[in-house]
């Protein structure tokens, strides 16, 4: 039985991760078609536009979903039955009920969006994607039913169905075939249409697998405790509004003309951010798998199990993004000219990555702490984190430009992690051996990312790109093999050991 239990965690860990390596790729490799096709200002626009959309999504969604899945995992493990379908009922009424007055009240509030984002360009743009606020909510909760039960591949292959329309969709419209759509429009119209499409396909792939959508019921057993999270999630989005519609504020103020304060958001969001945040499509599936199997765990009070499922995982996230971080400290430049024709993005990639060393460590806890039903615990960590976040993007971009961002987002991180730290060791008696992962991750990083460098001045006579090539070869190798020999670091064997504890 352990056997077994073995195998299908390490099975649904390595089927997220692919799944989410795959459309994180997609994605990521499309982004780099559309900045060198577009340009930074273009891109600029577009997220000023999207860190609205994701702001009303965060007020639609917001912990709906995590609740959701949370409450069906443990209803599994206690009860059985069918009460998960009554709880996604509930959880439709309420999300798709918050997203139809958004959109109304966005609409409403259209004409004075001038007011909080500096370029008016990006507003149209908005207009256009408003629509789409419904079919996201009303997907986003379906695939949390979907993780509630485990359906891994369900939801995975949701998330890389909804890339892969959006790049087709988005080709279209941005491919000059209509002449009257510019690049901009062209985006927006692509993702409101490409969002109504996946909404049918994963409605189809919900009926297929068993479910229906029956009266709801408890919606108290929903609503209250995602509203902690809801807050949260709309506090956390709050790091993109701060990038998108607070910083080119600031750079104005500090004597940036609005293009150039606009190309400085594509830069960041469309350029080295996806570069920054890659890590998260492997330490995302880890927490898509964990997450129930906690809340599992903390239904049966099974304390010590949860706390080394947690060790392990922040370990094993903590060694994949120092992975990177070794990678961008050395080559973050090279890296962003290879990729975008552009080294301003790569010169911020290089300072921000030493948040590699800490953005993990958020997710993993804040995951953990939502599977153990302590939201809003999570919560108040998350509010005190934001709080100062945006006082250092409100006061410091005049003063230092775009370094305010990785300042800033330090802040928060640390903050945030500091106190959900805090939080876990009240309820969970031992230590998570964070302290001594990270210095483990920088002991081998630091020396890694010095090798590269070298090698890449060594063999740039052979040209830019093999050097760059040969460089990240080396610099990822060696912290590879310093991970699994004097880490004593074995991925394999510690998502086995998860399904063994289990």
Not at 90 to 98: D, E, K, Y
Not at 316 to 330: E, N, R, W
Request: hydrophobic residues 50%; glycine residues 8%.
């Amino acid at each position: 039985m352990q056997t077994q239990k073995s195998s299908h965690v390490l099975k649904s860990v390595l089927t997220v991760t692919t799944f989410s390596i795959s459309t994180r790729a997609i994605a990521f490799l499309f982004k780099i078609y559309l900045s060198r096709t577009l340009g930074a200002e273009v891109m600029g626009l577009y997220q000023m536009a999207l860190t609205v959309f994701f702001m009303f999504i965060a007020l639609s969604t917001g912990g709906i979903s995590t609740v959701l899945s949370r409450k069906i995992a443990e209803q599994n493990t206690l009860e059985g039955g069918d009460k998960g379908l009554s709880l996604l009922s509930s959880s439709l009424v309420l999300g798709v009920g918050v997203s139809l007055a958004c959109t109304g009240l966005a609409y409403l509030i259209l004409p004075y969006t001038h007011l909080f984002i500096t370029d008016s360009r990006a507003i149209p743009l908005l207009k256009i994607m408003l629509p789409a606020l419904t079919s996201t909510t009303f997907y986003i909760i379906i695939r949390g039913w979907f993780w509630g039960n485990k359906h891994f591949l369900d939801f995975s292959l949701s998330e890389m169905i909804e890339e892969i329309l959006r790049v087709l969709f988005t080709l279209l419209f941005t491919s000059g075939l209509f002449s009257a759509i510019s690049g901009q429009t062209g985006l927006a119209l692509a993702f409101t249409i490409s969002d109504f499409v996946v909404m049918g396909v994963i409605i189809i792939t919900f009926f297929y697998r068993g479910g229906r959508f029956t009266k709801g019921s408890s919606y108290k057993e929903i609503l209250k405790p995602a509203m902690p999270l809801t807050t949260m999630k709309i506090f956390g989005s709050m790091v993109g509004t701060a990038i998108a519609l607070i910083l080119p504020q600031g750079l104005i103020n500090g004597g940036m003309s609005i293009s150039q304060a606009t190309e400085s958001v594509g830069r960041i969001s469309a350029m080295a951010n996806p570069l920054l945040f890659a890590p998260n499509a492997i330490i995302t599936s880890l927490a898509v798998v964990l997450i129930p199997e906690m809340s599992e765990r903390n239904a049966k009070k099974d304390y010590g199990g949860l706390l080394e499922e947690l060790k392990k995982g922040i370990e094993l996230s903590l060694m994949v993004s120092g992975a990177f971080m070794v990678m961008y400290l050395s080559l973050g430049k090279e890296l962003t000219t290879f990729l975008y024709a552009d080294t301003p993005s790569g010169a911020y990639l290089e300072q921000a990555s030493i948040l590699l060393l800490i953005m993990p460590l958020n997710h993993i806890l804040s995951s953990a702490l939502n599977s153990m039903g302590l939201e809003k615990q999570n919560f108040l960590s998350y509010s005190v984190g934001t709080i100062l976040m945006l006082i250092a993007m409100v006061t410091l971009p005049s003063r230092i430009g775009v370094q305010s961002v990785i300042v800033a987002d330090f802040i928060f991180l640390l903050t945030t992690v500091v106190g959900n730290v805090m939080i876990l060791r009240k309820h969970i008696n031992g230590s998570l051996g964070i302290l001594k992962s990270m210095l483990m991750v920088a002991l081998f990083g630091v020396p890694c990312a010095y090798l590269g460098n070298l090698i890449h001045s060594l063999t740039l006579p052979l040209g830019a790109t093999l050097s760059l090539i040969i460089s990240l070869v080396v610099c990822f190798g060696a912290y590879a093999v310093m991970v699994v020999t004097i880490g004593n670091v074995n991925p394999i064997k510690m998502l086995k050991a998860k399904g063994k504890n289990a």
